[in-house]
Nanobody
Framework: DVQLQASGGGLVQAGGSLRLSCAAS????????IGWFRQAPGKEREGVSY????????NYADSVKGRFTISSDNAKNTVYLQMNSLKPEDTAVYYC?????????????????????WGQGTLVTVSS
């Protein structure tokens, strides 16, 4: 089992940057697909980005491409989400999650794919 803790949220002005961290314990983040999700009030949770280190795959929601970057640090057993050029519409609670790497190709944003482990969210607020 893996336990995840998201951190790094806060208040930032539009156009600013923030880096979120997803610290894992109990297992190696490299053994999992790690995804970042967000949920704004009154809206459905949406996938933001994921990384599969073993497969060398990353992906981003269209709304954040070119602005957000996902990365991992095995030594720290942590996955990061660097968020640049933040917009008010990025305001949400951000969650990290872990799921199994599969032996057949699946888009890890797919509704078919299940992230098994979830951390508590960290709030990102982007002011106008």
């Amino acid at each position: 089992d893996v336990q995840l803790q998201a951190s790094g949220g806060g208040l930032v002005q539009a156009g600013g940057s923030l880096r979120l961290s997803c610290a894992a314990s109990g297992s190696n983040v490299n053994d999992y697909v790690i995804g970042w999700f967000r949920q704004a009030p009154g809206k459905e949770r949406e996938g933001v980005s994921y990384i599969s280190k073993f497969e060398g795959r990353t992906n981003y929601a269209d709304s954040v491409k070119g602005r957000f970057t996902i990365s991992s640090d095995n030594a720290k057993n942590t996955v990061y989400l660097q968020m640049n050029s933040l917009k008010p519409e990025d305001t949400a609670v951000y969650y990290c999650a872990a799921g199994p790497q599969l032996d057949e190709y699946v888009d890890y944003f797919s509704q078919v794919y299940e992230y098994e482990y979830w951390g508590q969210g960290t709030l990102v607020t982007v002011s106008s």
